[in-house]
């Protein structure tokens, strides 16, 4: 079997199955994406190059559209300039493209992964309620960022979401043609280990130290940045025991802040509202993720804020990990934590809610350290690739027969 994977990045959500098919079925799997050409462990990979995009002049509303259909049109020259590659099934990320195009270049079944469909009401549009609303502009152009998503869906023969949350927030005309498949976590790299050197990421913690982590790609109101940054100062001012130790960029990841922020980053518009103790709460950066694993089984307490959005990666590998989490009770955490059975539940926005919570698993880890081991047997059991693997292996057999 030959499968083509689509994505505008590489590995992404894709890496673990293309390796799989590879290395232990002895398939072969071809990689579109913006990456250099070349062959990655036995992946080909074809780079793709986009010409043209969206210009000022362009539509607020159209021009992520506008952006998607350059970057299809190039999926698809660059494969033209293969006639080598024919593939009995495409598997593709919409997102920064869609597979429709491919449609008119090989008749062989599609499969989508369909990550989010934007929402305005009950969504991250209007979860913030407390900080600047987005505008109408903003609300119209949320709705039609939806389009390449509606085209694959009626294009596809099969599709997938990570969660059933995600799934269900598609239209429910199409909840029937798409699957709640998670990617799979490596559950034999992301796991508890001793630490033996309390030195992280060129950070020294001292051993009479406890450690709350928090890890987000970017530092974001969608996130729940800010109001950790409140919960990790209230603590800071009560116990002087404790470290925080925040992992991820002083960047945009999923954005909507610079509406409101005038040119500065949302960490920086954070950071000037009050005054915090960044001897104890330490920012890293982006870390090596073998860094990460050591920090999660150091870790005597991880929070995790979320609006209803994408689920992150780190919430499972800090779980994985065997962190004791305390979670905001946001619809796609939970779930995957239960309260009080693999971790800690709290509403977002209730900063004294979070503080006692966190306080009291500080006051004694190992009281709450059973939800830790719970964390590791939840990924382990129903999102790890051992799990997630077989039933994508099974969803590419049935699109094929």
Known sequence: MHVLFVHQNFPAQFGHIAAHLVKQHGHRCT??????????????????????????????CSRTFENQIWHSAAVMDALKNRPDIQPDLIVGHTGFLSTVFLRELYDV????????????????????????????????????RNAALLLDLDNCDAGYSPTVWQRNQLPKEFHTKVQPIFDGIDTSFWKPVDVVSRTIAGLNIPADMKVVTYVSRGMESIRGFDIFMKV?????????????????????????????????????????????????????????????????????????????????????????????????????????????????LTDFFDVDSWVEAAAAVLDEPQAFAHLGAAGVETVRRQFSMDVCLPKLLDMYARTLM
């Open 31 to 60: 990689f579109v994406s913006e990456k250099p050409s070349g062959h990655v462990g036995g992946i080909e990979r074809i780079q793709y190059s986009v010409t043209g995009g969206a210009r000022a002049s362009t539509h607020f």
């Open 109 to 144: 079944p599609q499969i989508n992964y369909f990550e989010f469909f934007y929402r305005t009401q009950n969504s991250d549009i209007d979860f913030r309620s407390d900080l600047p609303q987005c505008g109408q502009e903003e609300r119209i152009r949320a709705r039609i």
């Open 232 to 344: 990790a100062k209230r603590l800071c001012d009560m116990r002087s025991d404790v470290v925080f130790i925040v992992v991820g960029e002083d960047r945009i990841a999923y954005g909507g802040d610079a509406r409101f922020t005038n040119g500065k980053t949302f960490k920086q518009w954070v950071l000037e509202r009050d005054d915090y103790d960044l001897n104890r709460i330490r920012f890293t950066g982006r870390i090596a993720p073998t860094d990460l694993v050591r920090l999660f089984s150091l870790s005597d307490l991880h929070l995790f804020l979320t609006a209803p959005f994408v689920l992150s990666w780190s919430l499972f590998d800090a779980l994985a990990c065997g962190a004791t989490v305390l979670a905001s009770s946001t619809g796609p955490v939970m779930e995957l934590v239960n309260h009080e059975q693999n971790g800690l």
